[in-house]
Each structure stands twice: as structure tokens, then as C-alpha cells.
């Protein structure tokens, strides 16, 4: 190895997750060392634009409450959720802000005509899916850009040591399979080992899985790989949310997408078909702003039957469009669209993953030493369908907790501090990257069926390449791979259609079979073996 480090918690990933936990690790007086692939301010975190979704005591609309939230959950979850966890998580939610706040995190205030809201209180706007006005915003429709650029000024402020461009390639374990640290390399691809008795996945989501994708391109599913070859389970992979509103521009439909935030239909806005007709009348009693799963499949519906490959989403009648929403209006003017004037051409694009590495709601998963936080990390939160907003607070009050459970665990003796010795970097099957992304898109997208899915993953193996990851590229493409294979196995296991999973050969959702997870693991052969039937379904 050319370099070491170490520390008490080593965090992958700089998301909103990620740097919670490094604040609060801190404030236990933990060492900690954050590890990002590129700058401390890259990832998913800074693109989010809706807001949070919280009920505080203080502020909340009349009849709105932390039941009527978790109801909400539960109902976008289509009976998948864990109850348990949706109330413990969305009751720390209130507090998750105030901590956030006094990190110097800026919400919108209350100061728009005809809100509610008053003596300086904050500003909130209703999403899809949800009953109340309990969605907070920074910006407009910048909230993740403020909530990152606040956690990254308080990382630095508080001296906390972030290696920045470099990339973890492997979990590394010692006694008894428990964490010691990880493999890992800077920009110029030299490989390190971290030492570290905790490790917290904090690495986001799964986007590049796609061509098209709201996702950055450092969302290629890293912390799932990584999670797989260490020994934990993953569950809910094939639960994959497609965002209803991205902009859609002729011919240009690969890489990340400018996204229309679902607050622009919380405003008012109406999506139409090309012919001007309402997409959402007769599909959902609550209309456009039903959960994104349904609005989704209904966008695509529409777009078959009428021959185009989008809709309109028309915000003609909101007063002060560009004030309120300036990313969006941002974004639309520089496709030479006025949405202020003129409806916005928008179409279906992979956005969240609702599934990840299994973890209880202190992010804790089956390995001793491995933590999972935010997108990455499948809390019982989200279940078959996300609900808007929820993803920033989960990452909020997971990224804490975790960080408290890493304490507690080395105050108890429980983690392990082995020694690693030499390490290689490890060789993995590596599929071409645009073959991939354009074989999932086809296949595993809004809809799916054994016969599709089965040529995804005869292509796959087809076209799979043993490759030493001694690159940063190649680390990526060996975790979408791996990935990839695992949400197709997961996808043709569940033969349903429930929440963000369609299946066009199993269009009826089948609570008698299918109203729990499948847990995926790797076994000693590195097949991808479900827990439950203990039938392997894909080589890895």
C-alpha cells in the first residue's frame, strides 16, 4: 500500500447522511475521517429540490399531526413500509431540523400571499401524496443545495478531516468477519487502507443505472456493491422511483436530467398530453399531486397512447413562477422555455431508490462494524414507493442515530479493532457502461416482465469481463454490475406489480404472496442467493 489512515468512523459519502454523521460522531468525540469520490459538496444531496417533509409542534397546519404523516408514509408505501421504523424516524424529525438549523441551514419563511403562516415562521408547501402543507424549502426549490452547503460549512468548521476524490473500492473485515476499515484510492488510483473498526455507508443511490437519470454521476451504486461483498443483506432493489417531471429535450435523454420539482404541481400546476387533455383526471382521488409511482405510470401510459415521448406540465397559473422556483425556471430557459408563458415538456426519468442495504433505524445492518445511512440503507422507511419530501429527513435523523450507535457500540466493546495486513485490490465482473445503462432502461424501467428482464440479465452475463478494480471507473462499473444483476433478480422474484415495481406480466398486486422484502445476499460462490426461498437467481 502507498498510504494508511485511520479512525474510530470512517464515512463513505458526503451526502446529508453522510455529513450528519460526521457532525454528530464529532460531538461524541469520535474520530472520524469522511471519504467522497469527488469534492465534499458533490452528490445527490445538493440536486434535491422539493424540500422536507416534517410535522413540527409548533408550525403545522390545523389537523395536520405526526399520525397524519406517518399515515401518508405508510399509505405511499403500499404495505411494505415497517411501521415501527416510520414512526421512530419521522418523530425525530422535528429535532433533526432544529439541529439543522442551528448548523446554519436557512429555510424559506412565510411571506407569500395567502399563507398561513405568520410572525416569521417557515414557509411550507404540499407534495404529492401528502394530505397537509408540511414540506419545508430553502431557496425556492434549492433546499438541497442549502442543507449541503450548510453541513459542508460545518464539516470544515469543525476541523473534520474529508478525503476528497478518493474511492473506496473494498470493504476490508478482520476476527470473525467483523469491519476493519476499507481498500481504497486516491485521485491518481493509488490504493490506501483505512483503518477503522466502523464503517458508515453513506454513498446514495443507484441513478446510473439508468441512461437517463435525475441522479449526479457519482450515484453508481457503490455503497450496494460494497455492502454485498461484505456480507449484508439488500432488499427492496426492485423498488426503484422513477420521478414523474424531468425535463425532457428531443435527443437528449442520456445522463442526469434537470429535474421539475413535484412543489411546482403542490403550486398548481396540471399535467396535460399533447392534445391538452388532463393526464391525472379518473387516475387517483388526489390528482396530480398522487404518490409518484402513479403518476409516473400514468405519464408513460399517456405518452404510449398518444404516440410522444412526453407530456406537458403546464404552471402557466402560478403567480411568480421564477421567484418561487428558480432552478426550474433556470433550467427551462436555458432549453428556450418560458414556463411562465408556455407548459413545460416533461417525461419520467430513474430518480430514487427505495430499497438498499438492510439496516434498523440506527443504521445498523448484519455485519458488526457496518452501518448504512440515507438513500443507500433500507430502514422500513420508504417500502415499495417513496413518499415526496421524506428522503432528506430520513438521511437527517439516520446519519444521527448512526453516528450515536457507533458510539455506543465502541463504548461497549461490541466493534472490533483488527489489524489488515497487504491488500490487493480485488478483480469483478465489469459490464460496459453505456451497453448497461441502455439494457436496464429498455427492461427494468416503469415496465417490466420475466421475458424482458431475463434478456437483461442473458446480456449482462454475456458481456461480463473479470477486471482487477485498480481505477476508479472500473470500481464504478463493477458496483452498477453487481447491482444491476441484484435488482433484476429482486425484480423477477417479485411477481407483482406494487408501488414503483410494475410488471406488465403480473399488472395485480398480490398481497397473500408478496406483501413482505426479499432479502438478497451473496453466498461463498458469489451467486446472489434470496434468504427467504434459497434459490439462487443470478451469478454475480
Known amino acids: 500500500m502507498?498510504?494508511?489512515?485511520?479512525a474510530d468512523l470512517l464515512v463513505v459519502g458526503t451526502g446529508v447522511a453522510g455529513l450528519t454523521a460526521a457532525l454528530r460522531a464529532r460531538e461524541a468525540g469520535l474520530r472520524v475521517l469522511v471519504v467522497s469520490k469527488d469534492s465534499v459538496s458533490a452528490g445527490n444531496t445538493g440536486w434535491a429540490q422539493g424540500g422536507i417533509a416534517v410535522v413540527r409542534p409548533d408550525e403545522l397546519d390545523p389537523g395536520d399531526s405526526l399520525h397524519k404523516h406517518v399515515e401518508d408514509t405508510l399509505t405511499a408505501g403500499v404495505g411494505l413500509c415497517a411501521p415501527e421504523a416510520v414512526r421512530e424516524i419521522l418523530a425525530d424529525g422535528a429535532e433533526a431540523i432544529g439541529r439543522l438549523r442551528a448548523a446554519g441551514a436557512e429555510f424559506d419563511r412565510a411571506a407569500r400571499a395567502g399563507s398561513d403562516a405568520v410572525g416569521g415562521a417557515l414557509a411550507r408547501t404540499r407534495e404529492g401524496g401528502h394530505q397537509a402543507f408540511r414540506v419545508i424549502h430553502a431557496g425556492g426549490d434549492a433546499t438541497?443545495?442549502?442543507?449541503?452547503?450548510?453541513?459542508?460549512a460545518a464539516v470544515r468548521g469543525g476541523g473534520i478531516p474529508v478525503l476528497e476524490e478518493h474511492c473506496v473500492v473494498e470493504l476490508l473485515r478482520g476476527e470473525g468477519g467483523a469491519i476493519a476499515g476499507a481498500l481504497a484510492m486516491d485521485s491518481r488510483s493509488r490504493p490506501g487502507v483505512l483503518h477503522a473498526p466502523a464503517v458508515l455507508l453513506a454513498t446514495g443511490g443507484l441513478g446510473q443505472l439508468y441512461a437517463a437519470t435525475t441522479n449526479p454521476e457519482v450515484s453508481t451504486a457503490d455503497g450496494v456493491a460494497l455492502a454485498l461483498r461484505a456480507g449484508a443483506g439488500v432488499a427492496d432493489l426492485e423498488f426503484v422511483q422513477f420521478h414523474p417531471t424531468v425535463l425532457y429535450a428531443a435527443g437528449e435523454a442520456r445522463g442526469r436530467r434537470p429535474l421539475v420539482t413535484e412543489a411546482v404541481r403542490g403550486e398548481g400546476a396540471v399535467l396535460l398530453d399533447v392534445r391538452g387533455d388532463r393526464v391525472m383526471d379518473g387516475v387517483h382521488p388526489l390528482g396530480d399531486l398522487a404518490p409518484r409511482d402513479v403518476v409516473s405510470a400514468a405519464i408513460t401510459r399517456r405518452a404510449a397512447e398518444t404516440g410522444a415521448e412526453h407530456v406537458f406540465l403546464d404552471a402557466t397559473g402560478i403567480p411568480g413562477f421564477?421567484?418561487?422556483?428558480?432552478?426550474?425556471?433556470?433550467?427551462?430557459?436555458?432549453a428556450g422555455i418560458d414556463p411562465r408563458s408556455e407548459p413545460i415538456p416533461v417525461a419520467s426519468a430513474a430518480h430514487y431508490s427505495c430499497g438498499g442495504v438492510v439496516s434498523d433505524v440506527d443504521g445498523r445492518t448484519a455485519v458488526t462494524g457496518l452501518y448504512a445511512a440515507g438513500e443507500v440503507a433500507c430502514?422500513?422507511?420508504?417500502?415499495?414507493?417513496?413518499?415526496?419530501?421524506n428522503s432528506l429527513l430520513e438521511g437527517l435523523v439516520v446519519g444521527g442515530r448512526a453516528?450515536?450507535?457507533?458510539?455506543k457500540d465502541l463504548g461497549r466493546g461490541l466493534l472490533s479493532r483488527s489489524s489488515v495486513g497487504e491488500v490487493e485490490p480485488p478483480a469483478f465482473a465489469v459490464v460496459?457502461?453505456?451497453?448497461?445503462?441502455?439494457?436496464?432502461?429498455?427492461?427494468?424501467?416503469?415496465?417490466?416482465?420475466?421475458?424482458?428482464?431475463?434478456?437483461?440479465?442473458?446480456?449482462?452475463?454475456?458481456?461480463?469481463?473479470?477486471?482487477?478494480?485498480?481505477?476508479?471507473?472500473?470500481?464504478?462499473?463493477?458496483?452498477?454490475?453487481?447491482?444491476?444483476?441484484?435488482?433484476?433478480?429482486?425484480a423477477r422474484l417479485r411477481e407483482e406489480s406494487r408501488g414503483c415495481h410494475r410488471r406488465t406480466d403480473f399488472p395485480e398486486t398480490d398481497d397473500l404472496r408478496w406483501r413482505r422484502s426479499a432479502v438478497l445476499r451473496l453466498d461463498a460462490s458469489g451467486w446472489l442467493f434470496h434468504a427467504g426461498t434459497g434459490i439462487a437467481r443470478t451469478a454475480a
Open 322 to 334: 421564477a421567484e418561487r422556483f428558480p432552478t426550474v425556471h433556470a433550467s427551462c430557459r436555458e
Open 2 to 6: 502507498t498510504w494508511e489512515a485511520g
Open 144 to 152: 438541497g443545495a442549502e442543507v449541503q452547503r450548510a453541513l459542508v
Open 403 to 407: 453516528a450515536s450507535a457507533v458510539a
Open 379 to 389: 430502514t422500513g422507511l420508504h417500502g415499495a414507493n417513496r413518499l415526496a419530501s
Open 432 to 490: 460496459e457502461r453505456d451497453l448497461l445503462q441502455r439494457t436496464m432502461s429498455r427492461h427494468a424501467g416503469i415496465g417490466r416482465s420475466e421475458d424482458g428482464m431475463a434478456e437483461a440479465s442473458a446480456v449482462l452475463d454475456r458481456n461480463s469481463v473479470v477486471r482487477p478494480l485498480r481505477t476508479r471507473q472500473a470500481v464504478e462499473d463493477a458496483s452498477l454490475t453487481l447491482t444491476a444483476q441484484a435488482l433484476l433478480a429482486a
